[in-house]
């Protein structure tokens, strides 16, 4: 979704702090380390789906995203955290044509991404 935005908090720095999805990569880019890995478990099913007026379907992920930044040497961990993590999906249906038969098929577009209460 277009205008989608990240949460993100920090061990250093009280609160949440939301980002459009271009700022918080060229941040991601930016932060002291050599590499990044962002890993996401425990991920659920959607949950909270509701039709809306405009046709599609919306609901809300939920899971643990592990986020660890690395040194200059490899596996020398320089920071990690994990994070509770809920994300705003929409589902978009579509119309295909194959073989002359119409099928109907679905997009599930990620939108907002917020830290979960624990």
């Known amino acids: 979704m277009p205008a989608a935005t990240i949460e993100v908090t920090s061990k250093s720095r009280p609160g949440a702090r939301r980002f459009p999805v271009r700022e918080y990569l060229t941040r991601l880019k ?3 380390y050599s590499s990044t890995k ?3 478990s425990e991920i659920q099913y959607i949950k909270e789906m509701s039709q ?3 046709g599609n379907y ?3 992920i939920t899971g643990q995203q592990t986020f660890v930044g690395y040194g200059g040497n490899p596996g ?4 990690t955290d994990v994070t509770p993590k809920r994300v705003r999906v929409k589902l978009e249906r579509y119309q295909m044509s194959y073989d002359g038969t119409d ?3 679905w997009n599930l577009l990620l939108g907002n991404i917020g830290v979960a209460a624990n």
Not at 76 to 79: A, C, G, N, Q
Request: charged share 20%.
């Open 30 to 32: 930016l932060l002291p």
């Open 38 to 40: 962002i890993e996401w």
């Open 52 to 54: 809306a007026a405009d």
């Open 58 to 60: 919306y609901g809300v």
């Open 76 to 79: 020398d961990v320089i920071y």
């Open 103 to 105: 099928i109907t098929k």
